[in-house]
């Protein structure tokens, strides 16, 4: 499981599943690579700034994967800014023509993108551009992550610094005990509700 800033409810989940799902093979996976790269650059332009479509395919499988696994982990900001993107784009798309299996089984016909990442996100200091016009000091100041400014830089990162960091157990054990607070009401067909 990934630490979100909440606990995910069984929609966020699934439209998680979803979302990579969809981007990684309806997009990352064509036969062409140039197709790929176009893509990546037009749909998820932050995103192509640090990674190839190849590099991204490969880690929002990981990110996938690590979702459903038991452990929790903590992950980099260049994979919050993959999530962000990916979870951007699957929603605009969704929300154009709501059809599918989220929308079968929850009835959902509209994505709030921006109420997702409110409840779910820790921040979005990896968005803000200005960050590598500051200086240490103020970066500092803000309590922003190093991580961010070198985001906001375009710094690429090494793919040593992409690893996961399996979360110890006093953060695992107080993630656990968050109460998952409804995110839907049966009566709207928004997801999550404001």
């Known amino acids: ?35 790929q790269e176009d893509w990546l650059c037009a749909s998820m332009p932050r995103g192509a700034r640090f990674f190839t479509a190849s590099q991204a395919r490969e880690q929002l499988l990981a990110i996938q994967k690590i979702y459903h696994d038991d452990r929790l982990y903590d992950v980099t900001k260049y994979h919050w800014l993959l999530l962000y993107e990916c979870l951007e784009t699957f929603a605009q798309g969704f929300n154009e023509q709501p059809v599918g299996w989220l929308a079968q089984k929850y009835g959902i016909e509209y994505i709030d993108f921006h109420r997702l990442v409110e409840l779910f996100f820790w921040d979005t ?30 710094f690429k990162t090494h793919p040593d610094e992409l690893s996961f960091i399996v979360c110890d157990e006093a953060v695992t054990k107080g993630f656990e005990e968050k109460v998952e607070l409804p995110a839907r009401s049966a009566l709207s067909k928004s997801y999550p509700i404001s």
Not at 15 to 35: E, F, G, K, P
């Open 1 to 35: 499981m990934i630490r979100l800033a909440r606990k995910p409810d069984s929609i966020f989940s699934d439209l998680l599943d979803s979302a990579i799902t969809q981007i990684v093979n309806d997009y990352l996976t064509s036969a062409h690579a140039r197709d």
């Open 125 to 154: 200091s990896f968005l803000m551009d200005h960050l590598a016009r500051m200086s240490r000091e103020e970066t500092r100041t803000m309590l922003i992550w190093p991580e961010s400014v070198g985001l906001a830089a375009g």
